[in-house]
């Protein structure tokens, strides 16, 4: 191939080629070498953490295919349940995981670039007779110098989920578990004072509410 310069030329700019060749099998090194570093740049960029596939639309994954719908939760006048729900909050798509105190959810890469998480619960003391829940979950974050004041937090997202005998699991131990609850972050992400609340209500009315706050001590 010919590579064009510029040359003074009787004080004038003159515009000259000169051929320029390069070697076949040089040519294909270099080829071969870029394609290398460009999959590697692009593998790293898109790579979803957690170990999650990028070519997956997470919402496959979530147990209700990321859509809302309460309508389907029944209360039963008829139970004679009382007291509260015996809940652990924890994350995970497939496995488990309880959350301390202050501990958050992992965050995780989407195809999009978005972020989300992934919820899960566990009921310690279900009513096995009828295996449905109502779940509410709540992002928030804080700004402000003092995030002492409850005012001082903003609703980052709300998801609201009925889970059921066909989506729970019952551990050995009898207890119902969710995972699979996918809940899309925004200004979550970027803020240090972070937290995620939790409500969960059964057919007979029993109700808990636990938090997960990253100023916790």
């Not at 004038?12 to 060749?21: E, I, K, N, V």
């Not at 995780?108 to 009828?130: E, K, S």
């Not at 989920?161 to 578990?177: C, F, K, R, S, Y």
Request: glycine residues 8%.
């Amino acid at each position: 191939m010919n590579v064009r310069y510029a040359e003074r030329v009787n004080g004038s700019d003159a515009r000259r080629s000169l051929p320029l060749t390069v070697p076949l099998a040089s040519a294909s090194v270099l080829a071969s070498v870029l394609a290398s570093v460009l999959a590697s740049v692009l593998g790293v960029a898109c790579q979803p953490g957690g170990g999650e596939d990028a070519t997956t639309d997470p919402c496959e994954n979530d147990f209700n295919g990321c859509a809302e719908n309460t309508t389907t939760f029944e209360e039963d006048p008829s139970c004679t349940l009382d007291g509260d729900l015996e809940i652990v909050m924890g994350q995970g798509e497939t496995t488990f995981s309880a959350l301390g105190p202050s501990e958050l959810p992992e965050l995780q890469w989407g195809l999009q670039g978005g972020q989300h998480v992934w919820m899960a619960v566990q009921v310690h003391n279900p009513d096995l007779d009828r295996r449905q829940l109502k779940i509410r979950l709540e992002l928030k974050f804080c700004t402000a110098a003092d995030c002492s004041d409850p005012g001082a937090w903003e609703t980052d997202i709300i998801r609201d989920l009925v889970a059921d005998e066909t989506t729970m699991t019952l551990t050995p131990e009898g207890w119902l578990q969710q995972t699979r609850m996918l809940v899309t972050v925004f200004g979550w992400v970027t803020t240090e004072n972070r937290r995620v609340e939790m409500l969960v209500t059964d057919p007979c009315g029993r109700q808990a509410f636990v938090t997960r706050d990253s100023t916790a001590s």
